[in-house]
């Protein structure tokens, strides 16, 4: 039976500047959504404290989970920041996992009631093992700048940064972006990988990649959504799923099409084939100063590393999606209504683009990742310009993408839709073969 309702559980570092956002998010959400039952919860003495400054008609509720400092060698009454003793940060991070069973226990009841929607700091992440046994919603809280929040998530990923190369050095993700060893607080310096506080930070943080949303305490001054900056249907898509690439030589031509087609684009790119998925991007991959011009003309955004597939597909400035028609790919763009520019690399990925050229909703670019399956930089910019570009033909595909996104969201209307229907049929064979 549907639960009635939602109820988010708050929970803070137990730091000042952590659980200061939240208690102004927790008001946020009391302002616009009224009705929302919010618990903060974090240890007894931060609950205490909190209570105190809190008036007494907040509709915000309070939960304490035990914890005992002296079980992990803390002094008595360090239960937050504030009262450690400085160089004990570290113990304290491991020290906060102790509240897994308590929290355990209160998501339990709360999941009982409604659905639950867990609020969790970044450096809390086991709450998402939690969250995940009793389907909950997760979400992180980053309580800084996405741009500050995703250098240092770099920063911390990507150590050691003891070592005497280069100064200024990059990160793998961010090229860009020039760091100095001075930027580097010092326990992240001498942070070795073996450390059990570098280890257990490291496992926290990696949940920032599997949570199903991040809150990040900041405005679109400080970080705006790039995307937002471009016209509806304006920009291209471009990747080649989770596993796969292309060579050098065809990565070359896809760059010149691109910057010949003359529209704006996000690239998730990955080192060409022969190379490790893992290598840093290098430069010489792309036609000379490819990257830094395209970024420099606002044209060009560059992911080296995973991106939020499904979230920029469904952003309005998404005219189209030049992919390797993988199949979960296809159905991500054509239910969020994008028309497809075809590039198979192997598999079934051939069949796609017969059936998405079929359908009228693909042109197909290339094929195949040899060397000897040239892709030309005018075929390129030709394609992207048909799809998305002023012409009829390019016309008639974007509405059939969105004529097939309204169906597919239509296939699980209710009960009688067609795609409802096949797994009802499929539930009802299961229960006739368990039943003889
Ligand atoms: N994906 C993503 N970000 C990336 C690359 C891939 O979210 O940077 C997701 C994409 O949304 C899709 C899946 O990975 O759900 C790829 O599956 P697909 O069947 O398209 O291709 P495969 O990776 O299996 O070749």
């Known amino acids: 039976m549907a639960k009635p309702n939602y109820h988010v559980v708050l929970f803070p570092f137990p730091a000042h500047g952590h659980i200061t956002p939240q208690l102004t998010l927790a008001a946020r959400l009391h302002q616009f959504h009224p009705n929302l039952n919010i618990t903060l919860v974090s240890t007894p003495r931060n609950i205490a404290s909190i209570r105190s400054s809190l008036p007494p008609t907040s509709p915000l509720q309070l939960h304490s989970l035990p914890f005992c400092p002296s079980d ?36 339990t009841e709360a999941s009982k ?12 992440g086991w709450t998402l093992d939690v969250a995940r046994k009793h389907y909950a ?29 280069s100064e200024p050095f990059t990160l793998p993700e961010y090229p860009e972006v020039l760091v100095h060893r001075s930027q580097l607080a010092e326990h992240i310096l001498k942070a070795s990988l073996t450390d059990p506080p570098t280890v257990f930070l490291q496992k926290q ?27 509806l249907a304006s920009v291209l898509y471009i990747s080649f799923g989770s596993q796969d690439s292309i ?22 790119i990955r080192p060409p084939l022969g190379f490790d998925a893992k290598d840093e991007f290098k430069d010489e991959w792309l036609p000379d100063g490819f990257e830094k011009r395209m970024k420099e003309e606002n044209r060009g955004f560059f992911v080296h590393g995973w991106a939020p597939q499904i979230a920029i ?15 979960n790919s296809v159905l991500e763009s054509l239910n969020s209504g994008v028309p497809i520019i075809g590039w198979s690399l192997q598999a079934e990925q051939p069949f796609n683009v017969t059936l998405l050229v079929n359908l009228g909703v693909c042109f197909e670019v290339s094929r195949g990742k040899l060397e000897t399956s040239e ?13 998305m570009g002023d012409n009829e033909k390019g016309h008639i595909m974007r509405e059939k993408a969105k004529e097939i996104s309204k169906m597919m969201k239509r296939a699980w209307k209710d009960e009688s839709c067609t795609s409802a229907k096949g797994l009802a049929e499929f539930l009802k064979l299961l229960q006739r073969v368990t039943d003889n």
Not at 247 to 268: C, D, H, N, T, Y
Not at 313 to 327: E, M, N, P, T, Y
């Open 72 to 107: 992990h060698g803390l002094i008595t009454d360090s239960e937050s920041t504030d009262d450690l003793p400085i160089g004990q940060l570290g113990k304290f991070f491991i020290a906060m996992e102790s509240c897994r069973a308590a929290f355990d226990h209160f998501i």
């Open 113 to 124: 009631q409604s659905t639950v929607c867990i609020v969790s700091d970044m450096h809390l």
């Open 137 to 165: 919603f997760h979400s992180s809280f980053l309580g800084t700048s996405a741009f500050s929040g995703a250098i240092f998530l770099s920063v911390m990923m990507n150590l050691p940064h003891n070592h005497s190369d």
């Open 205 to 231: 943080l990696s949940t920032l990649y599997k949570t199903d949303a991040l809150l990040i305490n900041s405005t679109e001054y400080f970080d705006p959504v790039g995307l937002d900056l471009h016209p």
């Open 247 to 268: 060579q050098k030589s065809q990565m070359m031509e896809l760059a010149l099409g691109l910057e010949a087609s003359g529209r704006p684009f996000i690239w998730v």
């Open 313 to 327: 597909l469904s952003h309005k400035s998404i005219g189209a999606f030049l992919s390797h028609c993988g199949w």
């Open 375 to 387: 892709v030309k930089k005018v075929v390129v910019a030709e394609t992207v310009e048909m799809v």
